[in-house]
């Protein structure tokens, strides 16, 4: 029998772990703070702390981690999206050219994601929610979509930073009995 996708999914933590701090670093020098970029909207849904501690890179093509190079071919597909924006932490990366006040509030999401959670967590929570379900379909996207459509319609009340926690705790949840501490 092989060996779980769980499993596997840890093993390759630190490669992956690795891959993503060089590539941030990579680009670092062309980041630029959110809260330089933000406009009132945005400006209005985040804490100062998330918005002045969170970098934007524009980059002509936005990558996915090359996860078949680290054991992971399941997750192949999600490496050949286009993607108009992916996050790494504290970090996101936008297509030139897609930029747009929704683009950079969907990441935020995933900022306030990851600092909830915790880089590993993050990580494993994510993958793991995307096996047998379409990318929207990950928990941690489709808050992040139902939030961005609300942003986008004027209909967000207040910061959504208590709802994006509560969303990624219960993401977690559901997949942490596969992930053995």
Known sequence: MSE???AR????????????AQFVADHRENGVQLSAL????????????VLAGTTVVALPEVR?????EFGL???AQMAEMPLAGITFDTTFFVKAGAQSQSLYFHETVH??????????????TYAANMIGREYVQ???EAIAYSLQGEFEAGKLSGSPVDRIQT???SAWSSVSEFFPS
């Open 138 to 140: 990950n928990p941690l």
């Open 73 to 75: 071919p399941e997750f």
């Open 9 to 20: 999914l840890q093993q390759a933590l630190p490669s992956i772990r690795e891959w993503i």
């Open 4 to 6: 779980s996708i769980y």
């Open 38 to 49: 933000a406009e009132p909207a945005l400006l209005r849904c985040f804490p100062v702390e």
């Open 111 to 124: 900022v306030v994601q990851w600092e909830h959670l915790g880089f590993d967590r993050f990580l494993l």
């Open 167 to 169: 969303s990624a705790s």
């Open 64 to 68: 996915f981690p090359p996860v078949g």
